[in-house]
């Protein structure tokens, strides 16, 4: 079997939900509707860069996500200060009705400034007091936003960070209808060069083309920014879904256990150069429920996935990427180039993946709520958006 070729449609579809974009297009703002230049479309799913038909497919998936995440909450916050908005009023709401996105979706646009907003996330210990919001709805919807961020500034994450929370299905119903049920969290913090980002998300239906039921991706700027730390889990119950022939029978047959509904727990995590050709190192594994902890654990179902496996069907590590996507597997720590990001950092960094709250890694670094991903907390894992109500207005604009 060429290697790692039973695993690409289970990889595609995994992440398929998570790669895809969301632009806000800065269309010139009008005096009487300040919020023109906020447009909410969906692109479309993105394109996962694996740059061949063999394994690890999967690895560029999470960094696309990551990257149009960060785009998200740019370019929201850019529409937002180019909008003037926030320079001609120091405090209240507006509601900015019936504005039509580039994808032909009608919406109604509220922003709340300087009202103060405590809430909890998955992403950080306690709560956090934001001052702004922005929400977007649907003109069809009553029950929650499209989406719906929080922040304190408009030209920074300030010092409580972005909170974000959106719905797939509405943003592109098209391309997620099946996902009616999946929200996604998104947390941004930190400074340029030490940034830090979580994307979690929940109610996934566990269908034929969405095997995700939860996951969570963390990223997080490494070396003053010259390099990113990307860390996965992913929950499938492949006993709901079917992820394919030979990944059931790999998966039933390790360890002498057959159980058709066992939970799977795929785990990732490399560190990719932010500088071309992006070169980037990557380890991963594949965990049952029933073999305990899925904290560093780099075995496919109990099978050997290191350098010396005498297995070649499954995605060894260390895999390594560059620009043009996927360039081998299986590589041991003397093997990987000088100019890579080193294995060690990327040990260390699985050491995290799949960790509990206050573990520590291999690197001495403590888990911290916004990359905790172990199995307890992801199969509590529940997530819904701030409650709110739909804007009310009775002109185009209105001013509260």
Partial sequence: MKKGKFLLAFAVVAFLGISFEIRFTNRPARLHNPLAGVDVSVLGPGKLYAGTSDSWGFVRGSA??????SSIVDSLLTSLQSSGIFSSISSG?????????????????????????TVTSTAFNGSKTFNHRFEAWR??????????????????????GVLLFYDLSRLSP???????GAVVESYTSGTSGNMQQTYSWSGGPESSSWLSKTGRVIIREMNSGAEICVRTVVEINRGSTGVGTSLDTLCANSNSLANSSSTLYYTLAYIQKTSSPFYTVAKSGLVKKENSTIKNTSTYC??????????????????????????????????????????TDVDNAFSRTGASL????????????????N?????????????????SCSSSVCQN
Avoid: K
């Avoid at 003109?139 to 409580?160: E, I, V």
């Fill in 139 to 160: 003109t069809t919807d009553t029950d929650h936003p499209t989406l719906q961020m929080f922040f304190d500034s408009t030209t920074s994450t300030g010092d409580d």
């Fill in 302 to 343: 109990g099978y050997d996935a290191s350098p010396t496996s005498s297995i070649t069907s499954l995605p060894l590590y260390y895999g390594l990427f560059d620009s043009n996507g996927f360039i081998s597997d299986g590589n041991a720590a003397s093997a990987v180039p000088a100019d890579y990001p080193s294995t």
């Fill in 375 to 391: 199995a307890s907390f992801l199969n509590g894992l529940s997530l819904s958006f701030v409650s709110s109500t739909a804007p």
């Fill in 358 to 373: 206050n573990d520590v890694g291999s690197d001495g670094i403590t888990v911290a709520e916004y990359d905790q991903s």
């Fill in 64 to 69: 696309t996500w990551g990257r149009s995440n």
């Fill in 174 to 180: 098209s391309t997620f209808s099946d996902a009616t």
């Fill in 93 to 117: 709401e507006v509601i900015v009705t019936n504005q039509t996105s580039s994808d032909g979706t009608s919406y109604n646009y509220r922003v709340n400034i300087n009202q103060g907003y």
